[in-house]
């Protein structure tokens, strides 16, 4: 079994029998007190913020994965059909699995799953950076391209973002799932 010294962040463990992925790891040595690790872990089937202090050379129980790419087929319901591109596997996955980057989902779009040893799915990672089209925008003028602000443009996906005042009807632009946020144009 591992112990805390063998924590790093991304390291997916099980705590209090669920799943957790390690946001931040710091290890303290106070004074003359023994040792200590202070981690800040995300919980992969609800998405809360837990904090934790595990002893120095204490056992924790570190969960073996698998990461896989699937295709995105379609919608169905809250789910989410993904194809494993190898076994052509059809696999549902559940709307909290995926998260706020759901609405950047395009349709034969590669996904990253997260399997354990077990077989059970515990993460859907979408692509960093997408280019989608932008389908609806605001008209721009020539005095709105004078300044350096920003306007709502909904994306093919139904996405809405803000991007720059001459973004128009029609272009395609990355955009970072991480955030949301508008990255550049896409060259098309």
């Not at 924590?7 to 303290?28: C, P, T």
């Amino acid at each position: 079994m591992a112990t805390t010294s063998d924590l790093a962040k991304g390291v997916i463990l099980r705590f209090n029998g669920n799943l957790h992925i390690l946001e931040e790891i710091s290890h303290h040595t106070p004074g003359n007190k023994r040792g200590f690790y202070q981690a800040k872990m995300r919980n992969l089937r609800n998405g809360r913020i837990v904090e934790n202090k595990f002893r120095s050379g204490e056992a924790v129980e570190i969960v073996s994965t698998e990461r896989r790419k699937h295709q995105y087929l379609y919608q169905d319901g809250l789910d989410y059909v993904m194809m494993d591109g190898d076994t052509y596997e059809q696999l549902h996955i559940s709307n909290e699995l995926i998260g706020e980057q759901a609405k950047f989902l395009k349709e034969s779009m590669e996904v990253d799953l997260v399997f354990t040893t077990d077989g059970e799915i515990i993460q859907a990672e979408v692509p960093v950076f997408v280019e989608l089209e932008v389908t609806e925008t605001d008209p721009t003028t020539k005095d709105d391209r004078a300044n350096s602000g920003t306007k709502p443009a909904t994306m093919e996906t139904g996405a809405i973002i803000q991007v720059p005042m001459f973004v128009q009807n029609g272009d395609f632009i990355r955009i970072d799932t991480r955030t949301g946020e508008y990255i550049e144009r896409a060259k098309k």
